[in-house]
């Protein structure tokens, strides 16, 4: 069978399809469900994003951090010292 046949066909076939009222029905009601689903989830993505960010803006009164917030708990390697000429030293 030749392939232009093949496709007339498929071709008519999904043209018969859409057009049945039962296929139509369902198909648009299975795109509001998966659009309503979708739309949950996109509400409580911005609602985590929300309260992340009050979270972070919450402490930004405490930003930037003093040195001596930045350097606690740190090795005291990994701290460097301001020499009076300016240099760093560890």
């Known amino acids: 069978m ?3 046949e093949i496709e007339r066909f498929v071709v008519d076939q999904i ?3 859409s057009r049945a009222p039962a296929i139509v029905k369902e198909t648009l009601a ?3 469900r998966l659009t ?3 739309t949950e989830r996109l509400e409580l993505d911005r609602e985590d994003v929300r309260e992340r960010l009050r979270q972070i803006t919450s402490n930004w009164a ?3 951090p003093s040195r001596d ?3 606690r708990g740190l090795p005291t390697s990994m701290i460097g010292f301001e020499t009076p000429s300016g240099g760093l030293r560890q």
């Open 2 to 4: 030749p392939a232009g």
């Open 15 to 17: 043209a018969h399809w």
């Open 30 to 32: 299975q795109a509001r």
């Open 36 to 38: 309503e689903e979708q």
């Open 62 to 64: 405490d930003w930037p």
């Open 69 to 71: 917030q930045a350097t």
